[in-house]
């Protein structure tokens, strides 16, 4: 199983999230990079469902939270 472990000194858990951080930004360059060999092709992200973009109240009838009236 082809696998890689990279240390990134000084930075907090979860780091990659930050992405305008320069360590969180090469993170990604170098995740994308090994995928792509381990893969032997591009990785390429996945499409977006358009329902994702409506919202936390999609599918719910009247968009109801939940909360008592």
Request: proline fraction near 7%.
């Amino acid at each position: 199983m082809p696998h890689l472990f990279r240390v990134y000194p000084g930075e907090v858990h979860a780091f990659h999230a930050l992405v305008w951080r320069r360590n969180a930004r090469l993170a990604w360059r170098e995740t994308f990079a090994f995928l792509e060999e381990a893969l032997g092709r591009s990785a390429v992200p996945a499409a977006t469902d358009p329902a994702d973009s409506a919202g936390p109240t999609a599918g719910r009838a009247g968009g109801a939270s939940g909360a008592a009236s």
